[in-house]
């Protein structure tokens, strides 16, 4: 079973942080899920449009300037970071699964991934990259198909996991209040891994587990390890 530390190690640490994900590297995750917007030509890491949740701001992301969001204190002094910063931090310890928000990023994201490449020696074997916006995943692959896709949902559609392969996904992001039997075969069937959110309780894990799914995302990462 494959763990994935949601938002870095977002159960003890504030979400989507430097310190979060340093926190999840220490763990030896499998893999590290963020969150991305673009905003003034750079991708900043944060769930959230909206500030109030996660920082001591208020108002939108786009109400304010680039240098403005990175004073902002997102908990425990830490700041929002930018993809650069987490791929800096990250350096091909961990998959990295960045889930693109928002709209238009797809052309930015593979700017700054060519960038790291060069400059980091960000290996694109370590990315997945995932949406709830399945156009935007389509874009991607048209323009890059090297890049691993992940496709999130949260239902079940009348055709399984037909919407993943039909995008050449690798997996198949789905919610834990739906995932059932029927749509884990599916997947398996169809060649594409079935990854589950958001999984903080063993008694979930372990079912899920029985089910035969591949992978979690989790808020408390080194816990979940003890489950298995």
């Keep these: ?18 310190l979060a994900i340093q926190a999840a590297l220490d763990c030896h995750v499998h893999g590290i899920e963020i969150d991305v917007y673009a905003h003034d030509g750079e991708l900043i890491v944060i769930h959230d449009r909206q500030l ?26 830490q700041r929002i970071p930018t993809l650069w910063q987490v791929l800096q931090l990250i350096s091909n310890q961990a998959v990295l699964n960045i889930e693109l928000k928002g709209h238009d990023t797809a052309h930015l994201l593979i700017t700054t991934l060519e960038r790291a490449k060069v400059e980091l020696g960000t290996d694109w074997s370590t990315l997945l990259i995932s949406s709830f916006h399945h156009p935007m995943l389509q874009q991607i692959k048209q323009l890059q198909p090297t890049l691993a896709i992940g496709a999130l949902t949260a239902n079940i559609p009348l055709n399984y996991c037909q919407f993943a392969s039909e995008l050449a996904a690798i997996s198949v992001h789905c919610d834990r209040a739906f995932v059932d039997t029927a749509m884990v075969e599916d997947a398996h069937l169809r060649g594409l891994k079935i990854y589950v959110y958001t999984v903080n309780d063993q008694r979930e894990a372990l079912r899920l587990q029985a089910l035969g799914v591949d992978g979690i995302f989790c808020n408390y990462p080194a816990e979940a390890a003890d489950w298995f």
């Design 1 to 18: 079973m494959k763990i994935f530390a949601h938002r870095g190690v977002s159960g003890h640490y504030p979400e989507n942080t430097l």
């Design 52 to 77: 109030t949740r996660t920082t001591n701001a208020t108002g939108n992301i786009e109400d304010y300037s680039h240098a403005a969001l990175l004073e902002f204190d997102a908990g425990q002094g």
